[in-house]
């Protein structure tokens, strides 16, 4: 069966673009806002403190990782794009400015410093070639630190789980809630006053503020930004690419009949 259009591609399935004849010119990649990385969802043993957390996040190589899977991924090390809707520019981890090398010696020493005994994470992803690229690379960096490192399905119990969710809307507050699938009662807090703040100008603080906190929290490790692609015939000329990576039918010929 031949059809004009395949929509919906996402990391998961990118790497089959490699077995499969598709023309240059049929391949259209958006520029999708959103949320990729991991969301730790159990805060006890090792990642009880926020220092391990950090740890855990800065040992991740997110160059090797989104080049790994797809040419000219873009990687991210934090939760907000763009300033947005916030009162300030977004939070940026204190470890981005550390070498890759640099961030490694500084999570293997909070590893080894861990006194209860060896690190082991289980990693909940979604099955598909482009996860189990993701996991060799998370894997890869964990084992580099000390840390153990176990892939399970993305509903079993883990310690941390893939999220990968493309922004509805310009909203710095969606990001963090989003982000927030497990995080401290502080930052929560903060996410929540943004949510009732009765102006724009104080929402816009109270939204600085969550990002703050979620930022010290480090409950949520960015990856990169969500991967969307699409196989487009040429004779769906009103394909426009964009950041929500939605097409809807009737938008893509001029003719709709």
């Known amino acids: 069966m031949i059809s004009d259009l395949v929509s919906g591609g996402s990391f998961v399935d990118w790497p089959l673009l490699a077995t499969a004849e598709v023309s240059p010119a049929n ?12 969301a730790i969802v159990r805060r006890d043993g090792f990642l ?5 957390r950090e740890a855990v996040a800065e040992a991740i190589d997110r160059t090797a990782l989104t080049a790994a899977i797809a040419p000219n991924w873009d990687a991210a090390d934090r939760i907000l794009p763009d300033i947005l809707d916030s009162a ?35 990693i909940a992803l979604p099955s598909g070639p482009g996860a189990t690229l993701l996991y060799a690379q998370v894997a890869a960096s964990l084992i580099a630190v000390g840390i153990t490192p176990e892939r399970v399905a993305q509903d079993a119990e883990a ?30 807090a903060a996410i929540t006053a943004a949510r009732e703040a009765p102006t724009l100008a104080d929402r816009a603080r109270r939204i600085a503020e969550a990002d703050a906190a979620m930022n010290a929290d480090v409950a949520f490790i960015p990856l990169a930004r969500p991967l969307r692609w699409s196989l487009v015939s040429t004779r769906l ?12 039918l009737n938008r893509l010929r001029a003719d709709t009949n």
């Not at 940026?92 to 861990?114: C, H, N, S, Y």
């Not at 310690?159 to 929560?188: F, H, I, K, M, N």
Request: proline share 7%; with cysteine.
């Open 159 to 188: 310690e941390l789980v893939l999220v990968d969710a493309v922004a509805p809307y310009d909203s710095a507050r969606w990001y963090l809630a989003t982000a927030c699938v497990l995080c401290g009662d502080g930052a929560q």
């Open 88 to 122: 300030a520019l977004p939070q940026v981890p204190g470890w981005t400015l550390l070498t890759q090398d640099e961030r490694r010696i500084a999570a293997r020493q909070r590893v080894a410093a861990w006194s209860g005994g060896p690190v082991s994470l289980r």
């Open 27 to 38: 391949l259209r990649v958006d520029p999708a806002a959103g949320l990729f990385g991991l």
């Open 48 to 52: 009880a403190d926020a220092a391990n």
């Open 237 to 248: 000329r009103q394909w426009q690419p964009n950041v929500r990576a939605w097409h809807p």
